[in-house]
């Protein structure tokens, strides 16, 4: 079993933000974390804890599972 893909998830997370017409800077508010590390999740930079993948997909009006079932999809691709 492969763990997260950082870079994947963060193309989707990105996706997602642009899709929903959101900013870094509005979404990483509504989430609660710093811009600049959203940024780092976005590139693949940086790996999100469950909590900060929590509260991303509930800023992009979410589930966490339907993000995560986002995630699995795009690497089935």
């Given at each position: 079993?492969?763990?997260?893909?950082t870079?994947?998830?963060g193309k989707v997370i990105r996706q997602a933000r642009i899709r929903a017409g959101m900013t870094q800077e509005v979404l990483s508010g509504l989430a609660g974390i710093a811009r600049s590390h959203?940024?780092?999740?976005e590139t693949g930079d940086k790996q999100a804890n469950?909590?900060?993948v929590w509260r991303i997909a509930q800023a992009l009006g979410m589930r966490p599972s339907e993000l995560i079932c986002l995630v699995e999809e795009y690497k089935e691709e």
């Open positions: 079993m492969e763990g997260l893909d870079l994947v998830l959203l940024s780092m999740i469950l909590v900060t």
